[in-house]
């Protein structure tokens, strides 16, 4: 078994904003041709998630709609009353997605479904530079 760990960075703009990794994952699981495995995402941090879309307008503005409807912006958070800086509503969205993800992958090629994007998204209420943890195991 063989594992080796690289990172992604990118820079976001906050406020449910979803950053398609496909490209970048694909460039690292290709890399490691060394038969079946896995590739394992994870991003630090309690304001963002990953998972996967059709990364299109009309599904990513669906993807959007539907996290407002599941913790609203202007809900009240006790987050907020704490530590004032009015984000509790990104670290809820961001524990109802999941900080994780894994897609197999044989022979350095990910098994992603045919409209299957890979995708980072960031809750919080402000840009942010973010870090994404990418581990990949194979036999």
């Known amino acids: 078994m063989a594992v080796h760990r690289e990172q992604i960075e990118t820079r ?15 460039r690292i699981a290709e890399r490691h041709q060394d038969g079946a495995g896995t590739v394992h995402l994870f991003v630090p941090g309690a304001t963002a998630g990953l998972t996967t879309i059709e990364f299109e307008s009309g599904c990513v503005r669906d993807l959007r709609e539907a996290i407002e409807r599941a913790a609203p912006r202007d809900a009240h958070y006790h987050h907020n009353e704490r530590w004032g800086d009015g984000n509790g509503f990104s670290h809820v969205r961001a524990a109802l997605l999941g900080p994780s993800l894994s897609i197999p992958i044989d022979c350095g090629r990910l098994l992603l479904g045919t409209w299957q994007q ?17 581990t990949v195991t194979t036999e």
Not at 16 to 25: F, G, I, K, M, S
Not at 118 to 134: C, E, H, T
Request: glycine fraction near 4%.
């Open 118 to 134: 890979i995708v980072l998204v960031d809750f919080d209420n402000r840009s942010r530079d973010r870090r994404i943890i990418v």
């Open 12 to 26: 976001t703009q906050g406020e449910c904003d979803v950053v398609d990794l496909t490209a970048e994952v694909k």
